[in-house]
Every structure is written in C-alpha cells, then in structure tokens.
C-alpha cells in the first residue's frame, strides 16, 4: 500500500493533544461525488495551533489543514464539470444547502457544519500529499493563478466576510484590535477600500510594523500608549465609527466599547470560547451602537478573494512570509507561529 506524509492530530488524555508528522495511507474515492486533490500549497492558521493547546476541538486522528489547494488528481463518477489537471481551492466548511440558516442566506451558519464536518479539522485536510473532498466544497481557479497564493483564499475570505459586514464607508475611522495574521488579512483588505483612516491597536512590535506596511495609517501600542486618548487625538472628532476585534478577549472587547463613536459597528472576529464581558445596554440603546459577529465566509466571498489574488489587487507577497516543506511545518511552521513574526505560512506538500 502507497503511504504518504501527513500532519496528524492525536487528541491528548485532557484537552488539546499532539500534532505528529507520520505516514498514512493515501486516500481514495469512495463516493461517486469525491474528488481527489493534490495538495500544493495550505496555509497554517492560528486555530491549528489552538486545536494542539486546546482551545478548539478537532478530531482525534484527523490530518490538518483546513486552508488548502491543489490539482485535481482523479474525479468520482457523478464529477461532471472538473476535469484532471484543474486547479482548484477547497471551502472547509462545507455547507448543505438546505437548513434554515443556508435557505436564509446564512451559510456560515449552517446547521450541519456545527455538527463538526470541517476538512482540516474534523475530517482529513490539507498537511497532506493528497486529499479526497465532494466536489461541493471545490472553487475552480482560474489556469494562470499560483497555488501557494491560492492558500490565502480560505483565509482572505474570511476578511472579506468580516469587511463586508462592518459596511466601512469613505469617512469612516476604522480600528483594528489585533495585528495577528488574520487581523492583518482584514486591515489589507480594508486598506484597498477608500476609508478616513485605518487605526491598528497591537502590543508587538514586529506585528504593529507589518500593520503599517499592509496600509494601517497609525499604530497604538496599548502597553505604552493610553488607547482612549490616541484615539480622540487621532480622529480629531472623538471615537472610531469602526472597530474590529480581531482578538476577542475580554480586555480587547471593553476595549472597543470605550473608543466607539456614536453609531459605531463593533465587529468581533477573534474567536476566545471562555472570554466573558460587561457592556452596559444603554450604552448601545442611547447611541444607536451595532455589535456583531463575523464568523468565516459565504461563498460569494471566497469568489471575491480569488479575483482579489487573481487580479494582484491584494498584496500577496506581503501577506504570505515563509513557504515551508511539508516535513517542516511542525519543526519549523508551528515555531515561527509561536513567536509570531509572520503574516502566513504555507506548506507545501
Ligand atoms: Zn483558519
Ligand atoms: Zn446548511
């Protein structure tokens, strides 16, 4: 039996667990809608690292990476419309199509993907030489597009999510709390977007520079600079219009509710399961403030991001700051993660 080199997550006895580089047995189709792919490239993602600490569940033997593109190999025989040799980029989260939050045009909330169905995570991703998917979750790439680039398509569509539902306008302040790697996806894509000024609150250094370099106007660092006073200074006339949590803690969340501008959006985008709050109602009530959730993409935001790349509106050069081989990514994709200088990661399988 053919094996190939996989990143494998082993659920420890607590929570969280190992990831170890292994060989498995190459996957094969079995249902007539699958598709077999050739991974060439797949990002790492900060909840790869969570998932490993324990703050995201996955399942125990899954391969990881969820962030991943390829060739197609082999098509199952329903297959009509993608042929051997299309590049193509996988949506993790599959979706039905039928449950109520699908049929209301809600389908990053499907139903049956809160049952735990994501590639990556809860079933085999793309730390991977190969990987079988239905032909449902699969986005056709256009010939020219490079495949390392096409890995930012899972994430940047996120972003592109996120954007669109903060409904950014020409005079707006927009304050991005957090320059991680998705902070810093969000802040290139709203940087491409006429807005009065972009505002990144970050306490690391290396993060607050490439913040700059990736189109934020002005950096805060909260741990030397008192946040609410830069922000009155900054915007001349008082709050953000904007703020996006790309954190979600509760420090960073109280943070925002102290900077709004009266009929602010707060978007939270960063992901904590234990972070707790205060907010008082009437803070929301009197001045006519929005808080709300963007959770990963639809897809028409995944088509959005491909066009971004394929047109080289994004900086993709920028966003992408290591390629690494595939039986690197723990020894050294996961390292430079920790010590968080880099945008994004890609293996290449
Ligand atoms: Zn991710
Ligand atoms: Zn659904």
């Not at 993602?45 to 969820?66: F, Q, R, S, V």
């Not at 809160?114 to 986005?139: D, E, H, M, W």
């Not at 370099?213 to 660092?221: R, V």
């Amino acid at each position: 039996m053919e094996k190939m080199l996989a990143a494998v997550f082993h659920k420890g006895d607590t929570q969280g667990g190992d990831i170890i580089l292994e060989e498995v047995e190459l996957p094969r189709i079995t249902k007539s809608d699958h598709v077999l792919l050739e991974i060439k490239a797949c990002g790492i993602c900060g909840t790869d690292l969570k998932i490993m600490e324990g703050g995201h569940p996955a399942n125990d033997n899954t391969i990881l990476g969820h962030e991943f593109a390829g060739i197609v190999r082999e098509v199952g025989e329903s297959v009509q419309d993608l042929e051997i040799g299309d590049k193509v980029v996988a949506d993790p989260n599959e979706k039905c199509g039928y449950c109520i939050n699908c049929r209301r045009g809600l389908s990053s909330l499907c139903e049956y993907m809160a049952t735990g169905t994501t590639f990556g995570i809860f079933q085999n991703g793309g730390f991977a030489k190969y990987c079988v998917v239905p032909r449902s979750v699969l986005f056709k790439l256009p010939e020219n597009i490079d495949l390392t680039a096409a890995a930012l398509v899972e994430p940047l569509s996120c972003a592109i999510h996120c954007h669109n539902l903060a409904d950014v306008k020409e005079p707006d302040n927009v304050v991005v709390i957090g320059a991680g790697p998705m902070g810093l996806i969000i802040q290139s894509v709203i940087s491409m977007h006429p807005i009065k000024r972009l505002i990144c609150i970050e306490i690391d250094n290396w993060r607050g520079q490439k913040a700059l370099e990736l189109g934020a106007d002005h950096l805060i660092n909260p741990e030397s600079q008192d946040v609410k006073s830069e922000i009155t200074r900054i915007t001349e006339r008082g709050m953000a219009d904007v703020i996006i949590d790309a954190v979600g803690i509760s420090d960073t969340f109280e943070m925002a509710t102290k900077i709004w501008a009266p009929g602010a959006r707060l978007i939270c985008f960063g992901q904590d399961y234990n972070a707790e709050a205060k907010i008082k109602p009437n803070d929301i009530v009197r001045y006519q403030r929005k808080i709300m959730g963007s959770y990963i993409g639809y897809p028409e935001d995944f088509l959005d991001a491909i066009e971004l790349i394929v047109n080289k509106a994004i900086k993709v050069n920028k966003l992408i700051t290591a390629t690494i081989p595939l039986d690197e990514v723990l020894s050294s994709g996961f390292k430079i993660m920790k010590e968080r200088k880099c945008v994004k990661i890609i293996a290449l399988p």
